[in-house]
């Protein structure tokens, strides 16, 4: 899924936040990845990446400096064999803070280290702040990519099936 374009302040080094939970079904669910998408060259940067195991919701965070002041956040899910499971996120947060990679293993080889000693603050509420629980815009304005694979909305008081976490994160009810 396609974050929205994202707007950043020219000239400012600013530090970003990005948050979430995610679960996992399946012994070899795939791979989980962050990445920022610069539109105006077409490029990108892989911020996070994990590889998916277990049934239980874990929290992910990754620091964001974007080198350009329009881009777009993607999460991009990859499947291992085509065995059945599932890739669930819930609470997506993208703020204006300074935080640490987590898990730590998710930073990805190429990631800078980033200087954490200066912070500018340019508004208090999150940028993206979605539970997916707002029905009238029910993925937050985040698009779906055509790949192959689909991303479902499902909430806590659908039937449960194999197919998404036993649990909803956000409602913690099933």
Request: a negative charge; hydrophobic letters at 45%; one cysteine or more.
């Given at each position: 899924i396609v974050s929205p374009m994202l707007l950043t302040p020219p000239e400012t080094d600013l530090d970003m936040c990005f948050k979430f939970h995610y679960s996992s079904g399946s012994q070899h669910a795939g791979?989980?990845?962050?990445?920022?998408?610069?539109?105006?060259?077409?490029?990108?940067?892989?911020v996070w990446k994990i590889n998916l195991y277990g049934n239980n919701?874990?929290?992910?965070?990754?620091?964001?400096?974007?080198?350009?002041?329009?881009?777009?956040l993607v999460i991009q899910a990859e499947v291992w064999d085509a065995r059945e499971?599932?890739?669930?996120?819930?609470?997506?947060?993208?703020?204006?803070?300074?935080?640490q990679y987590m898990p730590p293993g998710a930073k990805p080889q190429n990631a800078e280290n980033r200087n954490t000693n200066t912070l500018t603050f340019l508004q208090s509420e999150a940028i993206i702040n979605c539970s997916f629980e707002d029905n009238e815009h029910p993925i937050c304005g985040f698009e779906q990519v055509d790949n192959g694979a689909t991303w479902l909305?499902?909430?806590g008081s659908d039937t449960p099936?194999?197919?998404q976490p036993d649990i909803d994160h956000t409602m913690k009810n099933s």
């Open positions: 791979i989980l990845s962050v990445l920022i998408w610069y539109p105006m060259d077409n490029s990108q940067e892989k919701w874990k929290e992910a965070m990754m620091p964001l400096q974007p080198s350009s002041t329009n881009f777009l499971g599932f890739i669930a996120l819930d609470k997506l947060t993208l703020e204006q803070e300074i935080c909305r499902i909430n099936t194999d197919l």
